[in-house]
């Protein structure tokens, strides 16, 4: 008879691990070959078989990724000690130079924004000859 603690009672399918964390199973195999999470072990029948460890290695990265980091990103977080053992500094650095990319981002969406506003207030509601937004969208 087997224990609940053997990580043979701990295990879970591919299928299983995606109803869990929400990722869809191609992005689970495709972090897999990207190496971004570690190949499972496997049942004597072929199948991947996941733990807490994979579960939770996979949440991470699904956390990052919902927050805007990049796969090098996630790599290097990975790379440098995971979510237990990252020295805060190097973690710190990373996320650092993240935030400056979203604050670009912000910054060149608000004058987008801007640039749309305009043009779209200056559009008739009738039939126009030329269009202020086609001009626009047309001069880049």
């Known amino acids: 008879m087997r224990s609940i603690t053997e990580p043979r009672a701990r295990t879970c399918s591919i299928g299983e691990l995606s109803r869990q964390t ?3 199973i191609e992005t689970i195999r495709y972090y897999e070959k990207i190496g971004m999470l570690p190949h ?4 004597r029948g072929g199948r991947r078989m996941y733990g807490v460890n994979e579960k939770r290695a996979l949440g991470f ?3 990052s990724r919902s927050l805007g980091f990049t796969l ?4 290097a977080l990975l790379k440098i000690g995971g979510p237990e053992k ?6 710190r650095e990373i ?5 400056g990319d979203i604050r670009a981002k912000i910054k060149d969406l608000r004058r987008l924004e ?5 043009t779209i207030a200056k559009c008739a509601h009738g039939r126009a000859v030329k269009c202020p937004v086609i001009e626009v969208l047309d001069s880049g």
């Open 22 to 24: 929400g990722v869809n």
């Open 40 to 43: 499972p072990p496997r049942s």
């Open 61 to 63: 990265v699904r956390r």
């Open 72 to 75: 090098d990103e996630i790599r």
């Open 86 to 91: 990252a020295p805060c500094g190097q973690v």
């Open 95 to 99: 996320a650092s130079r993240h935030l």
């Open 114 to 118: 801007c640039v749309l506003a305009e």
